[in-house]
């Protein structure tokens, strides 16, 4: 077991599929988390916070978390990612995954970059409780995630940098999206999303 030090970045994905590219970029593990006197420990076997299983993966100075779509049902996952936050202390949490886009003129793998002094002009970022599965007509180009609000408030909370990267998957038209979908357009961007 090993401890990680104050300079990591941590991601946030939904699901696996989001998280896939990133755990082979960076040759992420899967880890358990225990709390004890002498601080956070990471080991091979299952995680747990408490009863919860934790669905955690480590690399070099890296923490993935798979907090659920919308962290979780009724956020339940919230908790452990501000638990994360406050243990290790990083200089950034990302959030990576994909959003829904009211706008043909937005390709299907195009993505969009927020931190908490810039956003992009093209596309505002609106978060949901429920998948839009509609055409939602705007005066303004949306973009439509599940976990992207609750992501900021609570690094905020925290009093840690955040950036979230968020990848169109669908135009909101009974969109469906299955996990190797997933999986390859996210990819595609691990690379650059390793740069931030």
Partial sequence: ????GEFMRVFVCATKSEAQGLVERFKLKKSSVKFGEKGAKFGESGASFGEKSVNVWLGEGILLFICGVGFGK??????????I??????????NFGICGCNSDEISVGEGFLWDENSAPKE???????????TKISAPTISLYDMESAKFKEICAKFGVKFKIYKVVSDHLIDAKIDKASTCAL?????????EL
């Fill in 74 to 83: 009724n956020g339940e996952n919230a908790q452990i990612f501000g638990e």
């Fill in 186 to 194: 996210l990819r595609a961007h691990a690379e650059k999303i390793g």
């Fill in 123 to 133: 596309a505002s970022l609106i978060c949901v409780n429920t998948p839009q599965t």
């Fill in 1 to 4: 077991m090993r401890s990680l």
């Fill in 85 to 94: 936050l406050a243990k290790f202390s990083p200089k950034t949490a990302i």
